[in-house]
């Protein structure tokens, strides 16, 4: 190859070598140029959202609330922040509580393990009164008066026994059967549970046992109480 073809050579090399240069350079200009447009249009938002903070933490303390956020600057040095917990909320209302259904559906329980023969006396219904009260403590008296005033209608005490034997003299017939007792309203089932608690106390058991009726022999016969029953 000649002198002069060689240097033509060399010429060419040089131009496309400062062609790729010179793209180059362009391209990488431009990502440049874009990547700044990006971080200033970052630091425009961050302004935004530091002079939103700022308002909005001004306005919480003209209105007498603490904020709970940081202030701008801080979240700028230190950009981890975990929000603290608010206060809690009011409470909501009470639940409905048990219906005269499941009262009586609760004293319906009770009987089925304290069976009555006759018409209950006032020891086996107050021991029904304290142990559905235990369970339920946040029932309230007039509720459970009238569930079990409903339960003993719909499930009245058996007849009770039969008549005593006629006068001396010529033996008489035996008397009839007497007619079922009329099962007690709530106002009656009040005052019998209020008369025996006043005279014994509401019984309160512990755990494990739950209030019952008992009929203790004492020198003066049999009494009926309400005691605590062991259930476990």
């Known amino acids: 190859m000649s002198r002069k073809a060689k240097r033509r050579l060399g010429d060419v090399i040089v131009a496309v070598i400062s062609a790729v240069l010179a793209i180059g350079i362009t391209l990488t200009a431009h990502r440049v140029g874009e990547q700044a447009q990006q971080l200033d249009e970052q630091s425009e938002q961050l302004d935004a959202l530091e002079q939103a903070l700022g308002d909005e933490q001004s306005n919480a303390e003209d209105h007498g609330i603490e904020p709970v956020a940081p202030p701008p600057e801080e979240l700028l040095e230190d950009p981890e922040y975990s929000p603290s917990p608010g206060p809690s909320g009011p409470s909501g209302p009470p639940g409905p509580g048990l219906s005269a259904a499941e009262i009586e559906a609760a004293f319906a329980d009770y009987f089925a393990e304290h069976p009555y023969e006759f018409e ?10 304290a142990s559905v009260l235990a369970d339920h403590p ?43 007792g009329r099962p007690p309203t709530a106002e ?45």
């Open 120 to 129: 209950p006396s006032a020891a086996e219904l107050t021991a029904a009164f």
């Open 138 to 180: 946040d029932l309230l008296y007039d509720q459970l008066y009238a569930a079990m005033a409903a339960y003993l209608t719909e499930h009245p005490p058996a007849p009770g026994p039969a008549g005593a034997d006629g006068q001396d003299g010529a033996d008489g017939q035996d008397g009839a059967q007497g007619d079922p």
């Open 188 to 232: 009656e089932i009040r005052a019998q549970i209020e008369a025996y608690i006043a005279e014994h106390g509401l019984p309160m058991c512990p755990e494990g046992s739950s209030p019952g009726p008992l009929t203790p022999l004492t020198t003066d016969g049999p009494v009926e109480i309400v005691g605590c029953i062991v259930t476990e």
